[in-house]
């Protein structure tokens, strides 16, 4: 039952994308088929240097729902339930998350934070709760199976499993609901595992489709100043 750390793989994107955005763009604004033009972006005869200016051009504007049509894939592991709960509340997304009613917790992996980590008097009663709840949940499955609930035994045990307890989920989100993730989950202000997690999107999304992911991140990084108000800032950037 180790302690394990978050880990965020990109597992695909939408084809073409930046071409697929583009289109979609240029379709609101052109009085033509936009499927007539789409092997001439395949093709590059309209480059991606044009195709992504355009698209920022437009974006500036505040018209964005042509990205939509965009979506990437991850695959989480060594995250807690705390940061699932958490995950599940942007709601234009899909997810599909490792059960603990048929998987078995008997050794599950956990999660600590790390102002546990740094106190030896804290990690110890964290280490030694995680031990406990191991010993129940064994303790409870064993139990349960005696008195016949044979392989439905985990769905009753693991009411005791703790929200450090590992998870491993698949999420996928568009281009605008991923903007959105990030400008919440990478600020400062965020709560500490899911602004990893967020990061780690954010490199990969970046990587992946730099013309619409090259300005993303917290909104104070794009709008230069803190829209959180006196109470809330980090003191990073000015509040207007």
């Not at 009411?159 to 991923?178: D, G, H, K, W, Y």
């Not at 959105?180 to 970046?206: G, S």
Request: proline share 5%; net charge neutral; glycine share 4%.
């Amino acid at each position: 039952m180790p302690q394990v750390h978050p880990r965020v793989e990109l597992l695909a994107h939408t084809p073409d994308a930046l071409s697929l955005i583009y289109a979609a763009f240029r379709q609101c604004y052109h009085a033509g088929f936009v499927a007539d033009m789409w092997p001439r972006l395949l093709s590059g005869d309209i480059s991606h240097e044009k195709q992504a200016e355009f698209v920022a051009k437009i974006m500036e504007s505040g018209h964005v729902s042509p990205i939509e049509h965009v979506s990437f894939t991850f695959a989480f592991e060594g995250v807690s339930r705390a940061l699932t709960h958490q995950l599940v509340r942007h709601r234009v997304a899909s997810y599909s998350q490792q059960s603990q009613r048929y998987v078995d917790g008997s050794d599950f992996n956990f999660i600590m934070p790390p102002a546990i980590e740094r106190n030896a008097e804290a990690r110890a009663m964290f280490e030694k709760c995680m031990d406990d709840v191991r010993a129940a949940y064994r303790g409870l499955k064993d139990l349960l199976e005696q008195d016949g609930r044979g392989n439905k035994a985990a769905e009753d045990a693991r009411f005791v499993l703790p929200q450090a307890a590992e998870t491993r989920i698949v999420l996928t989100m568009n281009c605008r609901s991923l903007l959105n993730f990030f400008e919440h989950r990478c600020c400062a202000r965020a709560q500490w595992e899911i602004r990893v997690v967020a990061l780690q999107c954010l490199k990969l999304c970046q990587t992946a489709l730099p013309a619409i992911f090259s300005v993303a991140g917290a909104r104070c990084e794009r709008l230069g100043y803190c829209p959180e108000g006196e109470k809330f800032t980090c003191g990073r950037y000015p509040v207007r």
